[in-house]
């Protein structure tokens, strides 16, 4: 069964780098997201992605992000200067549609900043 | 603000037992309701999408119902075995659009 992808992993980057978080959706999908989950709370919205430009975003969604499709196949997330509430777990999801589809998450990329 | 809650937030059931997750919801305004399943370490699976329209959907030993008007959502999860053993959380879309306010999530365990 197709599957979303992340990389890395797990990111470790000291305050005030940037980063970029990369994402494979699966392949026929066309709307694309990003959330987070801070270590013991709840998984948060931060972007939605659909022809080339973001659809929606939440308040966590500031001026430090930013989201990328830069070929057919990568999604990406960007932050600009890193801070440490930034540490969190980042998901990354793909559907082939909105309302009725499900959401196909990967497996995260666990960034911690130092 | 949508607030999405989940009681309880751990269980821990026998092996075999038939079980009920709960989810409410403060803004009955939704679009469609989603459970999933997260195992330590890795995303989210989607398990079952109850269109707002609807009122339950089903997937083997999985039965999802929405009450839209009250805000609530269950999951009932028949015979339980020790590889249902994860965290469940349930997600709204309030806008269509897919993008999910989750709730908090309950964690099972299914003791062999």
């Known amino acids: 069964e197709p599957e979303v992808t992340q990389t890395p992993s797990h990111q470790v980057t000291q305050m005030g780098q940037e980063v970029i978080l990369r994402c494979v959706p699966i392949s026929n999908h066309l709307y694309f997201y990003w959330y987070r989950q801070i270590l013991g709370q709840k998984v948060e919205f931060l972007v939605s992605?659909?022809?080339?430009?973001?659809?929606?975003k939440s308040e966590i969604f500031d001026d430090q992000f930013s989201v990328e499709r830069p070929d057919g196949s990568n999604f990406t997330l960007k932050i600009r200067s890193t801070k440490l509430e930034d540490s969190a777990m980042y998901f990354c999801a793909s559907s082939d549609r909105t309302v009725y589809q499900p959401q196909h998450f990967g497996d995260g990329t666990r960034l911690s900043i130092l | 603000k949508q607030e999405v809650t989940q009681i309880p937030a751990a269980l821990s059931v026998p092996e075999g037992e038939n079980l009920v997750l709960n989810c409410s919801f403060t803004?009955?305004?939704?679009?469609?309701l989603q459970w999933f399943r997260q195992d330590p370490g890795k995303g989210l699976t989607s398990l079952l999408l109850?269109?707002?329209?609807?009122r339950e959907q089903t997937s083997g030993r999985l039965n999802a119902s929405l009450d839209k008007s009250s805000g609530r959502s269950t999951l009932y999860i028949a015979a339980s075995q020790p590889g249902d053993s994860a965290t469940y959380l349930c997600?709204?879309?309030?806008?269509?659009?897919?993008?999910?306010?989750f709730g908090t999530g309950t964690r099972l365990t299914v003791i062999p």
């Open positions: 997600a709204v879309d309030q806008t269509g659009a897919n993008n999910l306010f």
């Open positions: 992605f659909y022809n080339n430009e973001i659809s929606e």
């Open positions: 109850i269109q707002s329209s609807q």
């Open positions: 803004d009955s305004a939704i679009y469609n």
